[in-house]
């Protein structure tokens, strides 16, 4: 395993990005929606320098992922999300399936505004997906770490590594 991005430098990012939402969202109401499990331990690093009025969901898509997308009509949890601002918050943009479908999902629903952010973004041609924000570009490799797993190993380092 290779170091890629230390915690110091996540932390310094994720605060730098929590500003930016603040001002985005300054008086505003906020549903973020998190996607499980690999997004929890950004947002929880997210969200203690968050200052807006907020609602957090937690979604597990994967379970979801194996369905034909038209299967499934409604979100998988039990909110009025009309007229809503929607802040969805991920780990890590791949090929943008899983944004993409959540992302449609909720759209479906009327939401007033709809933001996605996500830790890291690989660097790849084909993403089907363009999150709103991602706070590190990174190469093509497999990644584990700070919520990233490799069959549900490595999660709880505090750092972000490559595998190879
Ligand atoms: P996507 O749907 O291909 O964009 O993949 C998104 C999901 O796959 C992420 O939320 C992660 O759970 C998982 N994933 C993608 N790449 C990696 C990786 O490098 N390490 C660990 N998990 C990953
Ligand atoms: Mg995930």
């Known amino acids: 395993m290779k170091l890629l991005i230390s915690n110091n430098k996540l932390q310094s990012a994720i605060k730098l990005f929590a500003n930016e939402l603040n001002t985005h969202y300054e008086n505003k109401e906020v549903i973020i929606i998190a996607i499980l499990k690999g997004a929890v331990l950004f947002l929880q690093d ?10 957090i969901e937690y979604v597990d898509i994967s379970s979801y992922k194996g369905k034909k997308r038209v299967e499934i ?5 039990d909110i009025n999300i009309q007229n809503q601002n929607i802040l969805i918050i991920d780990d890590i943009c791949d090929t943008g399936n899983t944004l993409s479908y959540i992302t449609d999902l909720i759209n479906k629903n009327n939401p007033k505004s709809v933001r996605t952010s996500v830790l890291l973004k690989k660097k790849i041609k084909n993403s089907i997906f363009k999150p709103d924000d991602y706070l590190f570009l990174i190469p093509n490799k497999f990644v584990v770490g700070y919520g990233l797993d490799f069959n549900n190993k490595y999660r709880f380092l505090k750092e972000i590594y490559t595998l190879d």
Do not use: A, E, M, Q
């Not at 997210?46 to 609602?55: C, E, G």
């Not at 009509?73 to 949890?77: D, E």
């Open 46 to 55: 997210l969200y203690v320098h968050l200052d807006f009025k907020n609602n």
């Open 73 to 77: 009509k409604s979100l998988p949890f």
